[in-house]
């Protein structure tokens, strides 16, 4: 197999698993993650922050999205995405959803908030101004039930999801206006997923919904989309929980459109007090009930009870269709004219639950019931940082259940011709999606690339293991195992530090590459040699010369000499500290140096852990799966024992078999082999055994020390040593050994 082969098969590979390759590789992938930072990095640099972005991919989970200004959480398996059945559509709806968060992180006053929920919860006072009603019974009464605890859980409650609504409709068109094309695009598909999956008036008041319910879906879908979802537009205006809506209209729309938090908070209360008959209704509804079931008795009640509790009662559902104000004014006249009732805790949990019903219909939060936002970012980062666990599972397809972006026959009246992969589509859309398109086809051929590269790996590492299975070894070494690890892994991590390392390499290996490229051009151009005795050509101006070097020749040029290197490092323990940091600087120089200079190179660790075998670590290798081998030196790490004639012959062994004719291997050691039954002079002479024999046979082993490492070297491997204490030496020496070696 040779390095065009290999290509070959990636190129044939990458093409075969991105058509097989599932939402779950896709947005676990490294190349999604690193997009998706680099999209908030970009839309939030002027802003003066780092916005930290954590993701996972659960089909299970209930997070959809969230943000606290500093941290931006997404589930790229949430149903808003996989209503889609197009991998395009799913993605543009994903970006959207990022888009959607950034724009809160751009657009919305956190600050506001915490003080909002502090003034709630310690003193029972709304953030903002009151209402000035026409009638000031309700808003009396709403003050005074903001006086017990029980009551502000359900304020609490109502006012999260009129806030998240609101919020969105505002910071989506102020995004959408300030950045237009993909980012406008995007956050139309998620909009239009929401609004795909939502339930119209008719089928939700059909479906004999407690009447807190009915409204909270119908205030929440006015507030985030502008407009209640219909099978009929005749219902708009013959359904009474839709003419009452209109009242709330230019609340709603200066909401939507302030950017002053106080005054958004300030028209919120005027929909929390246009809530309240409601929520008291249903309050007074859920503890009659319970007296009524408490004064007689449990015989023959309890059915009944849970179907009333359910909403599915034929009285509550002629309550659902009816007028509520009804309700509301039974409720004043049983209370004396205003005033209060306890409500008890059965209540308290069933309006809870009938908000967040009507929140789910009305395209309010994803947010688990009773969680907090704290609460849910913490579950998310804890649920982030185990999706890497995950990696090769497919969790999913990606294709949901009850989105369709073919056939939209299920889709309300309202919606038809939003939602979907753009039907009705202008140009701007048009050019927005294949941008999406694009981005999306980037990123899959960056995964499939990636697994056809480990593919690839493990091919190259199942050869190499072959290749030393067949190796003839000296008898001091042949009851020994070689456990060859190829190294295939790329993390963040190790790209930063070679990063950081390499500021300090690079001058040294630039300099060494200029070195080398200036000395095989002189043996390959070849120079005329004058003043010589003898030669093939007189120079008639040097004939007055009595010591008759008048004649000159031309050094013949030599042809471009083939080379290959190899390097070979200690990981024993005894490398620990400064020893493997020089070493590492060292190592991705020399290898550094080879690109460059386009010579083949190969990089190798060895150390011993268990009795009697040698792990020999491939980090790079002289045929490449891909083109992030230089990450892996950055892995180098210390451990074990040593045994270095093993590993040596083992080296040399593959150096050897390849076909350039100077072939040079780099030996990084302290110069002290131990092992079980290995060490001192026994061990000393093995390697001299070993470096004659390879001498012999056109390999050069060249040791490299580190300080007082260079003693043990030289009585090992004679003068044919590198010091690598100081770098900035290291370009002449190098050079120096080679320059020996080419003109053998």
């Excluded at 996989?82 to 559509?89: A, N, V």
């Excluded at 859309?429 to 697994?451: F, H, K, P, R, Y």
């Excluded at 050897?656 to 110069?671: C, F, V, W, Y």
Aim: hydrophobic content about 35%; glycine content about 8%.
């Amino acid at each position: 197999m040779d390095q065009k082969s290999i290509w070959r098969q990636i190129r044939v590979g990458t093409k075969e698993m991105s058509e097989k390759l599932t939402d779950a590789d896709i947005y676990t992938s490294e190349a999604f993650r690193s997009h998706v930072q680099a999209t908030v990095d970009s839309m939030t640099k002027d802003l003066d922050k780092h916005i930290s972005v954590s993701l996972m991919h659960d089909p299970k989970s209930d997070i959809t999205a969230l943000t606290d200004g500093n941290n931006l959480y997404q589930n790229t398996a949430n149903g808003v995405i996989r209503w889609y059945k197009l991998p395009s559509s799913r993605f543009a709806t994903v970006m959207g959803i990022v888009y959607h968060e950034l724009a809160h992180i751009r657009f919305h006053d956190f600050r506001a908030d915490v003080l909002a929920d502090k003034e709630l919860e310690e003193n029972g006072t709304l953030y903002g101004r009151m209402p000035e009603p026409d009638d000031e019974t309700e808003l009396d009464e709403m003050k005074e039930a903001l006086k017990h605890p029980e009551y502000r859980e359900i304020f609490r409650k109502l006012r999260h999801e009129l806030l998240n609504c609101l919020i969105d409709a505002h910071d989506e068109e102020r995004m959408s206006d300030y950045y237009g094309g993909i980012v406008a695009r995007g956050i139309e598909m998620v909009a239009s997923s929401l609004q795909g999956q939502l339930q119209t008036l008719e089928g939700y008041v059909n479906n004999k919904n407690e009447s807190l319910s009915i409204m909270t879906s119908l205030v929440l879908q006015f507030a985030r989309f502008g407009e209640i979802l219909v099978a009929d537009e005749q219902t708009l205006y013959a359904n009474e929980y839709a003419k009452k809506l209109m009242s709330l209209s230019q609340a709603i729309e200066l909401a939507t459109t302030t950017d002053n938090p106080k005054e958004l908070y300030s028209q919120i209360n005027v929909m929390l007090l246009f809530m309240w008959p409601y929520i008291k209704d249903a309050i007074e509804k859920c503890d009659k009930q319970q007296s009524s079931q408490a004064g007689q008795g449990q015989q023959g009640q309890g059915n009944q009870s849970g179907s009333d509790q359910n909403g599915q009662g034929g009285q509550q559902g002629q309550s659902s269709s009816g007028g509520n104000s009804g309700g509301g004014q039974n409720s004043q006249n049983q209370q004396g004219g205003g005033g209060v009732s306890q409500p008890s805790a059965n209540a308290i949990q069933q309006v809870l639950q009938q908000i967040a019903q009507g929140a789910q219909n009305g395209g309010g939060s994803q947010m688990p019931q009773n969680q907090k936002a704290s609460n849910v970012a913490k579950q998310a980062t804890k649920d982030a940082q185990s999706a890497d666990k995950k990696k090769g599972k497919k969790n999913d397809s990606g294709s949901g259940s009850g989105g369709n972006d073919a056939n939209k026959g299920n889709v309300p009246a309202a919606v038809a011709g939003k939602s979907g992969d753009g039907q009705d589509k202008n140009g701007k859309q048009e050019q927005a999606d294949s941008m999406l398109a694009n981005v999306l086809q980037t990123i899959i051929s960056s995964v499939a690339g990636n697994m056809a590269e480990a593919q690839m790996e493990q091919d190259l590492k199942s050869q190499i293991i072959a290749d030393v299975d067949i190796m003839d070894r000296s008898s001091t070494h042949k009851g020994h195992s070689i456990d060859v690890k190829r190294e295939v892994e790329v993390t963040p991590s190790n790209i930063k530090l070679y990063g950081e390392m390499m500021e300090d390499v690079s001058q040294y290996s630039k300099r060494l590459a200029k070195l080398m490229q200036q000395e095989l051009k002189d043996l390959q151009d070849g120079d005329v040699r004058r003043n010589r005795m003898y030669g093939r050509d007189i120079v008639a101006s040097e004939m007055w010369r009595p010591d008759c070097r008048f004649f000159s020749d031309t050094k013949l040029p030599q042809d471009l000499p083939d080379m290959a290197v190899s390097v070979l490092v200690d990981q024993s323990g005894s490398m620990y500290g400064q020893r493997m940091g020089a070493a590492m600087k060292a190592t991705m120089l020399l290898h550094d140096f080879a690109e460059r200079v386009h010579v083949p190179v190969a990089v190798y660790g060895h150390n011993v852990t268990m009795h009697g075998r040698v792990n020999l670590f491939v980090y790079t290798d002289f045929l490449k799966a891909g083109k992030r081998d230089k990450y892996r030196l950055a892995k180098l790490s210390t451990g074990g024992c040593n045994r270095d004639g093993a590993a040596l012959e083992v080296v040399a062994n593959l150096l050897n078999a390849r076909p350039e004719r100077t072939k040079l291997l780099i030996i990084i050691s302290d110069g002290k082999p131990n092992d079980d039954s290995y060490g001192g002079d026994s061990a000393a002479k093995d390697i001299k055994d070993i470096v004659a024999r390879n001498r012999r046979r056109g390999v050069e082993i060249v040791a490299a020390a580190i300080g007082d490492d260079k003693e043990y070297l030289k009585k090992i491997y004679g003068d044919q040593f590198l010091d690598i204490t100081d770098l900035s030496t290291f370009p002449k020496a190098m050079v120096k050994i080679v320059k020996k070696r080419l003109k053998v």
